[in-house]
């Protein structure tokens, strides 16, 4: 099946740091969590770092950009968070206009810049409505797509670049609008090029007793910046045999972690068709495929 949950998929890297840093040993995320939300034909943008214990004399330099590295609003705060306001703001909307804005954080101690991060980030809003389906930015969306797996003949999971561009250009070509990335974590620059395409991405952890939480909170610390995840996959194609109570309570705790760890996204199961839909199990995300 997929027993290779493990081992060495993604890019490695040797990070020297001064002793003043942004944190990149909580579950591996990049140190700086974005969170805007959409207010009318504008967007408040909020900015969270984390950090070492910063000396008296430095100090964060919040800095936005938009798509083209054009400065638009910078802060200096001694505030771990901080919130940019932006007006008219150009949606993440999709296949149809997949605008990413950048946000850059420095620690800085006078003239010196001591450590920083970066990331891209996208403004857009989403439900998904039992009637009328995927809603992005208040307009119908329909999502037609595939499942995706990160593996090929003579390479395995250790894909290069050039082996995802070729996926995404082929998802692409049949016109897709959305992918499940089962049933693990994938590599971080697949989750870069689907926020550049526009695809709209269900993100998910495998299967495993002992080690989901920790994979849970891997998954969503490292990937939570991406505009174009909208669900957090609690499991896929279990149950077969029907659910018991260990796996219920598993999956409350997994339901439960992602809606403390993220306000802002929904929970679903890759139901597989062999399952009840009436099974408890099934009850407890907030949306079902």
């Not at 495998?206 to 505009?227: A, C, D, F, W």
């Not at 409350?252 to 839909?277: G, P, Q, W």
Request: aromatic share 10%; charged share 30%.
């Amino acid at each position: 099946d997929f027993p290779f949950y493990g081992g060495l998929y993604r890019d490695v890297n040797i990070v020297c740091v001064n002793k003043n840093h942004f944190d990149l040993d909580y579950f591996g995320a990049p140190g700086i969590k974005i969170t805007p939300e959409i207010e009318g034909k504008d967007a408040k943008v909020e900015v969270e770092v984390y950090t070492t214990e910063l000396k008296e004399g430095q100090k964060i330099a919040y800095t936005l950009y938009d798509k083209d590295e054009n400065e638009l609003q910078k802060i200096e705060s001694n505030d771990k968070t901080v919130v940019f306001e932006i007006k008219d703001a150009h949606l993440w909307n999709g296949r149809i206009d997949p605008y990413l804005y950048c946000c850059e954080a420095e620690i800085v101690e006078g003239e010196e810049i001591l450590d920083n991060v970066c990331t891209r980030f996208g403004c857009r809003s989403f439900k998904i409505d039992p009637n009328n389906g995927f809603i992005l930015n208040g307009e119908e969306y329909p999502l037609r797509g595939v499942s995706r797996h990160q593996d090929r003949w003579g390479v395995g999971n250790a894909l290069l670049p050039e082996h995802h561009e070729e996926d995404i250009d082929l998802i692409m070509e049949v016109g897709a609008t959305t992918i499940r990335l089962a049933h693990y974590q994938h590599d971080q620059y697949f989750y870069d090029l689907c926020d550049e395409k526009g695809l709209v991405i269900w993100a998910e952890i495998p299967t495993g007793r002992e080690n989901t939480v920790s994979q849970m909170k891997e998954l969503i610390s490292q990937n939570y910046n991406h505009p174009c995840i909208v669900v957090w996959g609690l499991s896929n194609e279990i149950s077969i045999g029907g659910s018991d109570e260990d796996l219920l309570e598993n999956h409350r705790i997994l339901n439960d972690l992602v809606h403390d760890m993220d306000k802002t996204r929904l929970t679903t199961i890759a139901a597989v068709s062999m399952c009840k839909m009436d099974d408890p199990y099934l009850q407890i995300p907030d949306v079902v495929s």
